[in-house]
């Protein structure tokens, strides 16, 4: 398939939406998240800066919202928005790559988890299990979404690609009380995006995994986009270092390091070639026949 410029432009800038149908916001847990002792709860708000990001913070009651094309191809692909897991950047990292697979014919769902963060120790653990939830109320509900159950992506950004990379690698190790009617018993997505994911190497150490991140033969398929000049906890070589366990084992992956874009660039234009990393994401989707037109691109 070729992209043409316009399809290129709606990457980069448009917030337009191409819905069949008004979003379907689904609560993760009807009855009420578990959350650590002592913790309370504030309400949440949602808030455009100076710095024109969008941010949604003290999240509680977790929910995943559901953007349906007016002519699904049956790959759908849960959105995680980074913000360090303390806020989510919900419009740069969230609703606007949602518009962009929307327009490809993709359901995208995005998720909004629990922040500010819980369990100092472990950030990601109670995030991780609204992704693992959501993943299981996806498959349930694939059916009525016009979905594939066994197309159902996920792609992050910064802490939300830490939390992508967990819920592709640990995918069912629950620590949460499950709900046969929510929870499914293999929540593994399908394919993994993990866009300049945090957290996998620590700033004292960049070009060292932490043990948490180990991939397994049995681990899906995956795209890593970077900046070479992201650094520290989130440095590039924490990509490019996964990408290399999953050539060691001979799994299925791609790697795109651009030498400029920083840290969070997400849907901000830049004027610089990462401005098209979502472009070269539906390129590889395609190749892998998520789109629904892998023949195409091999005539």
């Known amino acids: 398939m070729k992209f043409t410029s316009s399809l290129l432009a709606f990457a980069l800038a448009s917030v337009v939406s191409a819905h069949a149908a008004d979003p379907i916001i689904v609560k993760l847990w009807p009855k009420g998240a578990e959350e650590p002792a002592g913790f309370k709860a504030e309400p949440e708000k949602s808030e ?22 007016e002519k699904p191809n049956g790959t759908a692909v849960l959105v995680c928005p980074g913000g360090g897991y303390n806020i989510l950047a919900s419009e740069h990292e969230g609703t606007m790559v949602c518009d962009f697979f929307v327009k490809k014919g993709v359901t995208a769902i995005l998720l909004k988890y629990r922040v500010p963060r819980r369990d100092p120790q472990d950030p990601s653990k109670y995030p991780l299990q609204d992704a693992q939830r959501a993943m299981g109320i996806i498959r349930h509900r694939a059916a009525e979404w016009s979905i594939n159950p066994e197309r159902i992506g996920i792609l992050g950004f910064s802490a939300g690609g830490h939390l992508t990379v967990m819920t592709t690698l640990h995918p069912n190790e629950r620590t949460y009380t499950q709900d046969p009617a929510l929870d ?35 681990s899906p398929p995956m795209c890593l986009i970077h900046a070479h000049d992201d650094k520290g906890a989130t440095s590039a070589s924490a990509s490019a270092l996964l990408y290399l366990e999953y050539k060691k084992l001979d799994l299925p992956a791609e790697l795109h390091i651009y030498t400029k874009g920083g840290h969070g660039f997400g849907m901000k234009t830049k004027n610089e070639p990462v401005d098209q990393w979502l472009v070269r994401v539906g390129e590889w989707m395609t190749s892998m026949g998520w789109m629904g037109e892998k023949e195409s691109t091999q005539k």
């Open 48 to 69: 455009k800066k100076q710095d024109g990001i969008e941010r949604t913070s003290h999240v509680s009651d977790p929910t995943i919202t559901v953007y349906r094309p």
């Open 184 to 218: 499914k018993e293999d929540v593994t997505p399908n394919f993994s995006i993990p866009v300049y994911p945090a957290y996998l190497v620590t700033k004292e150490e960049t070009f060292k995994l932490l043990p948490e991140i180990a991939v397994t033969k049995k």
